[in-house]
């Protein structure tokens, strides 16, 4: 099993529209978790933290579930400018400020 | 306010060809440098970390090292090129709750 596992999409959704990605982690020791966002040929760029008891940032969610080891992001009123790849990030424990890195969720916003 | 450079933003390299990339930071101090390869449609890989001056921890085994001759300054190196090592290498740095900060990038085609 992958240690950070998201599905690779591509989601393609209208602009104005509410998408929602999921991530599932392996290790339950776990205590940090990120999201990131990724346009193409970048560098990848955090997006928020993702607290035990949920976290909204402007049109943006993140939602931890411990029990069930997975995390999610909603975004809200979808904009031409989500377009980017969406990377689920974990930090396990006692692993000298490592991250793993999911291989990322594509977003696709149309008009 | 810190800020992280890669250099150069692209290279393309002959196959046996030495390598060199740096990574500088500013704007803090005994930072957690870290350096990631991302193959073509695939996800980050961990590289070297480094965690303070003359202090390099490898996460697998290749063709690459990596060395930190000052604070702010972490540098990737190979003696000879393979095909293999095409790829997106980014640098990053560790933030204040264990999220990571990344440069730019540079885009390596070794042909």
């Known amino acids: 099993r992958k240690e950070v596992e998201q599905d690779p999409g591509p989601f393609n959704v209208p602009e104005g529209a509410t998408v929602a990605f999921n991530c599932t982690y392996s290790n339950s020791a776990s205590q940090s978790f990120f999201w990131y966002r990724q346009d193409c040929r970048k560098e990848p760029k955090l997006l928020m933290s993702v607290y035990s008891s949920g976290n909204e940032d402007g049109r943006f969610t993140a939602q931890l579930n411990r029990a069930s080891q997975y995390i999610s992001l909603l975004i809200r009123d979808s904009k031409l400018s989500d377009s980017a790849t969406y990377l689920c990030?974990?930090?396990?424990?006692?692993?000298?400020?490592?991250?793993?890195f999911g291989t990322g969720t594509r977003l696709q916003v149309t008009l | 306010s810190q800020t992280i450079h890669q250099w150069p933003a692209t290279l393309v390299q002959p196959v046996g060809s030495p390598l060199s990339l740096e990574c500088t930071v500013e704007g803090t101090s005994n930072p957690n440098l870290y350096w990631y390869r991302q193959a073509a449609g695939r996800g980050l890989q961990l590289l070297f970390y480094s965690v303070g001056i003359g202090q390099i921890s490898s996460e697998v085994p290749q063709n690459l090292s990596a060395s930190r001759p000052q604070d702010r300054q972490f540098i990737l190196s190979s003696k000879k090129l393979l095909l293999s090592d095409s790829g997106f290498y980014l640098c990053?740095?560790?933030?204040?709750?264990?999220?990571?900060?990344f440069g730019p990038g540079t885009r390596l085609t070794v042909t």
């Open positions: 990030v974990v930090n396990p424990t006692g692993t000298a400020s490592k991250l793993t």
């Open positions: 990053a740095f560790r933030g204040g709750s264990y999220e990571q900060y």
